[in-house]
C-alpha cells in the first residue's frame, strides 16, 4: 500500500512565524501535491512538484512556498504565517502518466493564531 | 469557474436506504473520474477510477458508473459505516507537467442513521 507521511497532525503556531509542513511517500512517486482543505471550499491546490526541484504553482500560491529536494518529500513553507492560513493541510502523490490516482496523507490541521 | 460540481452538498439515508450521489464536470479532454472517500479528520482515501463513458466499477455496496458529462456513485443498501464525504476528481487531457493534476469537486456529505 501507499504511505503517505505528514509530519505532524495538529500544529500550533503564531502569526508572522515562518511554518514548515513535511510529506514523505514510499512509492517512489513522481508527482507530489500541496493542498489546503476548507469547509464550504472543498480541496484548492497550493503547489504541485512533477520532478525533483520542479515545482508548479496551483490555484492559490500566494503566501507559500515549496522545496523537493529528493523525490520521496515535498515541503510547504508558509514564509510569514497569518491566520487566514489556518487550515487542513493535505499532502499527496501519484505516479507520473495519466489516469493515475493521488494517494493522500491524514493532512496536518494547521492554527496561527 | 467550477469544472467539478457535485450534488447533493449534503445527503441523509436510513440504512438499506439506496440512494445516488452525482458528479458532473466539464473539463475537455477526460483523461479519467476519480471517486474518494473521506472521514472527518481524515485524508481523502481512493475508492474508483473511470477511463470512459459507459464503464462502471463496483466495490462492496458502492458503484460508480460513467457518462460523457457526469459520474454517479450508487449506494445500495448503505449501513452508517458508509457515512462520509464522498469526493469526486477528474484528469483533464493536459499535456507536459499539468498532466498529473486532478480537479475536485466540493464533495458530498453522506449520512446514514440506523
Known amino acids: 500500500d501507499v504511505k503517505v507521511t505528514q509530519s505532524s497532525r495538529y500544529l500550533v503556531k503564531r502569526t508572522g512565524e515562518k511554518v514548515f509542513l513535511e510529506c514523505v511517500q514510499d512509492m517512489d512517486h513522481e508527482n507530489m501535491f500541496w493542498y489546503r482543505q476548507d469547509p464550504g471550499l472543498g480541496l484548492r491546490l497550493i503547489y504541485f512538484s512533477y520532478d525533483v526541484k520542479m515545482k508548479e504553482k496551483g490555484d492559490i500560491p500566494e503566501g507559500y512556498s515549496v522545496s523537493r529536494e529528493k523525490k520521496e518529500r515535498f515541503s510547504l513553507i508558509l514564509e510569514s504565517a497569518s491566520t487566514n492560513q489556518t487550515s487542513m493541510y493535505l499532502c499527496?502523490?501519484?505516479?507520473?502518466?495519466?489516469?493515475?490516482?493521488?494517494?493522500f496523507g491524514d493532512g496536518t490541521r494547521l492554527s496561527i493564531l | 469557474e467550477d469544472q467539478v460540481t457535485q450534488s447533493p452538498e449534503a445527503l441523509r439515508l436510513q440504512e438499506g436506504e439506496s440512494s445516488s450521489l452525482n458528479c458532473s464536470y466539464t473539463v475537455s479532454g477526460l483523461r479519467g473520474l476519480f471517486w474518494y472517500r473521506q472521514d472527518p479528520g481524515k485524508g481523502p482515501e481512493f475508492l474508483f477510477t473511470l477511463y470512459s463513458a459507459g464503464e462502471e466499477k463496483e466495490k462492496e455496496r458502492l458503484k460508480a458508473t460513467l457518462t460523457k458529462k457526469e459520474s454517479f456513485l450508487h449506494i445500495t443498501a448503505p449501513k452508517p459505516e458508509d457515512s462520509a464525504t464522498y469526493l469526486c476528481a477528474v484528469q483533464a487531457g493536459y499535456r507536459g507537467s499539468t498532466l498529473g493534476r486532478l480537479y475536485f469537486g466540493r464533495g458530498t456529505q453522506l449520512t446514514v442513521w440506523p
Open positions: 499527496a502523490s501519484s505516479p507520473r502518466g495519466r489516469r493515475q490516482p493521488q494517494h
